[in-house]
T-cell receptor, first 112, second 111 residues
């Protein structure tokens, strides 16, 4: 069974640009969550999608947005990039919110 | 405020030297507590879910236990391949089901 796939694995951008990250969940999983991971803050919850609807949202500015498609694949977008957005962005999928989440290997985003 | 604290931040063991990692939590009501392992450059890998005080789960050299205020991850006779960061997360009851994560314990096992 294929795991969670995130693309791209690495990305380098400059301040002010925007970026789109992609996540393909495990087949059959309808819940997709996104996290930002930094050494000092650990895993910070961005948002969760279930059946194309945002079901939960963390405390991030509106520059961070996401969506989910009918096949459960998800994308997140960050506009007007700042230096502080440099992080590992992780996607996790599960059957539903009370089930264990399974993670992809993340997208490493570096802002110059 | 819901909070998860893991200790120690880092731990270095000799191969075969057993030890325990701690995850203390404060939540209004616990729906579940999750343990993950994360290797460098990889996403977290699910290990265990615990739901109620007194529950225990085992997998190879790892055993997770749960009380009303904390969870322990016991590592028996560790091997170098057990070196990783171990993360703990809790999920509270109620409509907001998002996971609250600790900062992790970085474990190094020397041969």
């Amino acid at each position: 069974k294929a795991g969670v796939t995130q693309t791209p694995r690495y990305l380098i951008k400059t301040r002010g640009q925007q970026v789109t990250l992609s996540c393909s969940p495990i087949s059959g999983h309808r819940s997709v969550s996104w996290y930002q991971q930094t050494p000092g803050q650990g895993l910070q919850f961005l948002f969760e999608y279930f059946s194309e609807t945002q079901r939960n949202k963390g405390n991030f500015p509106g520059r961070f947005s996401g969506r989910q498609f009918s096949n459960s694949r998800s994308e997140m977008n960050v506009s007007t990039l700042e230096l502080g957005d440099s992080a590992l962005y992780l996607c996790a999928s599960s059957h539903d919110r009370d089930q264990p989440q399974h993670f992809g290997d993340g997208t490493r985003l570096s802002i110059l | 405020e819901d909070q998860v604290t893991q200790s120690p931040e880092a731990l270095r063991l000799q191969e075969g030297e057993s030890s325990s990692l701690n995850c203390s939590y404060t939540v209004s009501g616990l729906r579940g507590l999750f343990w993950y392992r994360q290797d460098p450059g990889k996403g977290p890998e699910f290990l265990f879910t615990l739901y109620s005080a007194g529950e225990e789960k085992e997998k190879e050299r790892l055993k997770a236990t749960l009380t009303k205020k904390e969870s322990f991850l016991h590592i028996t006779a560790p091997k170098p391949e057990d070196s990783a960061t171990y993360l703990c997360a809790v999920q509270a009851t109620g409509n907001n089901r998002k996971l609250i994560w600790g900062l992790g314990t970085s474990l190094a096992v020397n041969p």
